[in-house]
């Protein structure tokens, strides 16, 4: 354990002393891990949707590929695979060709830093012992963890964005204006509903993340005050261009959004890449929020306790299976947002809540390191909140201005 | 290893660098000036300083450059230029000067500071504490120069939009 302190950068398996095999097992063995769960858990993904949305809709949804048509992803993706390789005559080829894999590589990315597991089990810091190294079950472990994620979602924007571009017509380009004007408006109000976690947590590394959650009240959940777990969600909801904020597909206006004019494997990239960063962003948010591999003490019990090290993987699981299916209930029941009800949601309403809650996390957070006592604390209190009131009075004014503004000078709502 | 990933980076941002001028095409010109924003994270990443590699990416991959190339797709300039027309007929033989000027200024910079190059300064700051280090020096020492910066950004915002504005005639009042 003293290793893990003293080497808090990279891995701490590459500095321990062992033979020389041992540290790259289990680097090849985490590798291979993050791998088959991407490319497993998307095909899983894609079939649990249809499955479920069937299911909602009274349908019987795949049934014919393997048991409970599991295979069926399979069967789809092996057919892409053999269909002819299109480029319009108008695209820009090289962009063309390289767009599905800057959507793709990102969403793979995202995988390495997440905690896939690990022994939490009586206050336990999660690290696991294979082949004799002490590691943590997650690929990397970097200092600026969750700071990765997001460089990562942001470049993950080019792949929509050049793909829309390059195909060289009007409604791959429309929808790539859209999908990157939506994931950058989104990106913000994600941003600082992340950094109330990371400022409540302390540490930008997404294993100390985890272990800032030992117990149910240290869920990030509860103790930064529910909202910004509500705006992360909604946000990363609209990051990912899922239902209802999935106007970049908007099928009735764009015929298919960005990647209208692919075929064959390249679009199979961009599918795979929307359901992988579904997962991932699912176990981010889990990891964030509801405290990663932690388990859950029901009455004192763990239930996944049998599983022994493997419970903080099945705790994983069942979390991030909530989300799953989460969305897909989202995309089953809810209606599309019209765009000015996107933008509206976006920068009126999402932004300025996280702005406000940081602030107020910001402060309690100052007067908790200077040990305050009760009744200043309460003053605090008091001061942010009238403080946060005056603000929203202000904001709202302005927004009235503004549209009276708009409505003076001619526009309908 | 060290110098493998310097060479490598290096390579990476100088392509990235001659793409941005060599290309026709403005898309390709900003995919290049990408390539040379990542090789510069790839260097602040073997200098161990993690937090500005990230920031590198997030801001100015992420955020600038796909500005960048919003501008370029809406206006719709997404085509190779016309060069022989040149709107300020000043205006190469300057670009000339400038830049044979800042060459000037830099060969000299690392000419007289040569002696200091070769060393390495050890802050004592192990390579994880750098983000508390930043934060420290910018919310303290550099207080003022950090908000002022904030402040510059929002006039240069509002500057712009009361400007845009202006310009169509009749809509403000």
């Not at chain 1, 033979?19 to 790259?24: A, D, K």
């Not at chain 1, 100390?208 to 959940?221: D, K, P």
């Not at chain 1, 406000?356 to 309690?364: P, Q, R, S, Y």
Request: glycine share 10%.
């Amino acid at each position: 354990m003293n290793l893990l302190n003293r080497i808090p950068s990279a891995d701490p398996m590459l500095d321990a002393e062992s033979f020389w095999w041992q540290p790259l097992a289990v680097v090849g063995l985490k590798v291979l891990v993050v791998f088959v769960i991407g490319l497993v858990g998307t095909m899983f993904m894609v079939w649990f949707e249809r499955k479920i949305v069937a299911g909602m809709q009274n349908r019987v949804g795949p049934n014919k590929a393997g048991p409970f048509g599991l295979l069926q992803t399979l069967a789809d993706g092996t057919k892409l695979f053999f269909k002819e390789d299109l480029i319009p005559e108008k695209a820009d080829p090289f962009v063309f060709r390289i767009a599905p894999f800057l959507a793709f590589v990102p969403a793979f990315l995202v995988w390495a830093v997440i905690p896939l597991g690990g022994d939490f089990t009586g206050g336990r810091d999660g690290t696991v012992t294979w082949f004799g190294q002490v590691t943590r079950v997650q690929l990397a472990d970097p200092p600026i963890g969750v700071l990765l994620v997001l460089a990562l979602s942001s470049i993950a924007v080019y792949g929509v964005m050049l793909a829309g571009w390059s195909s060289g017509s009007k409604y791959p380009l429309l929808g790539s204006v859209r999908a990157s004007a939506q994931m950058i408006s989104y990106e913000a109000a994600l941003g600082l509903s992340l950094a109330a976690v990371l400022m409540t947590a302390g540490t930008l590394s997404t294993s100390g993340i985890v272990s800032a959650q030992s117990s149910i009240t240290n869920w990030h959940l509860l103790s930064t005050g529910i909202v910004p777990f509500v705006v992360f969600l909604i946000a990363m909801t609209a990051e990912l261009n899922r239902p209802p904020f999935d106007l970049v597909e908007a099928e009735q206006e764009l015929v298919g959004g960005f990647h209208t004019e692919y075929s064959s494997i390249r679009f199979a990239l961009f599918f795979l890449a929307e359901f992988m960063n579904v997962i991932s962003m699912s176990a981010l948010l889990v990891t964030l929020f509801l405290g990663g591999p932690q388990p859950l003490y029901l009455g004192g019990v763990d239930i996944f306790a049998v599983l022994g090290p493997f419970g903080g993987t099945a705790w994983l699981l069942l979390k991030v299976f909530a989300f799953l299916y989460m969305y897909v209930w989202f995309r089953a029941t809810l209606p599309r947002l019209r765009y000015d009800q996107l933008m509206n949601l976006g920068w009126k309403v999402l932004i300025p809540i996280s702005l406000g809650w940081f602030i107020l996390l910001a402060a309690l957070q100052v007067a908790r390191d200077s040990d305050v006592s009760g009744l200043e604390y309460a003053l605090i209190v008091g001061g942010c909140l009238v403080g946060i009131a005056l603000a929203y009075m202000l904001f709202q004014a302005a927004l009235n201005v503004a549209r009276r503004n708009r409505e003076a000078e001619g526009a309908a709502y | 290893m060290e110098l493998l990933v310097f060479v490598l980076a290096s390579v990476m941002v100088l392509a990235g660098a001659i793409g941005v001028i060599a290309y026709r095409n403005p898309v390709h010109a900003a995919l290049g000036l990408v390539l040379t924003l990542f090789g510069i994270a790839v260097h602040f990443v073997s200098m161990e300083a993690h937090f500005l590699a990230a920031v590198q990416v997030i801001v100015y991959a992420g955020a600038i450059v796909v500005l960048f190339l919003f501008v370029i797709m809406l206006l719709g300039v997404d085509r190779a230029e016309d060069l022989t027309v040149e709107p300020f007929q000043i205006q190469r033989p300057l670009a000339v000067i400038i830049g044979v000027a800042i060459s000037g200024l830099i060969t000299a910079a690392v000419v007289r500071g040569r002696s200091t190059l070769g060393e390495r300064i050890d802050s004592g700051v192990p390579g994880d504490d750098n983000i508390r280090e930043l934060a420290r020096s910018l919310y303290s020492d550099n207080v003022f120069a950090f908000e002022l910066t904030s402040v510059l950004l929002i006039v240069a915002v509002v500057g712009t939009v009361v400007l845009t504005r202006r310009q169509r005639g009749g809509v403000d009042k």
